[in-house]
């Protein structure tokens, strides 16, 4: 293997290795909770 091939497996293994962290922690629910606000904001509705 050369060293681009080896420098490319390490990225793509760091990125996978970062997203499977990212959605079993609790970061993808605040993010998706956000993002959810940003959509559909909060409608006041007078009395």
Known sequence: ???TEIFLLIILAVILLGSIWFIFSDEIWLLLCYLERQIYP????PQ
């Open 1 to 3: 293997m050369s060293k």
């Open 42 to 45: 909060t409608f006041s509705v």
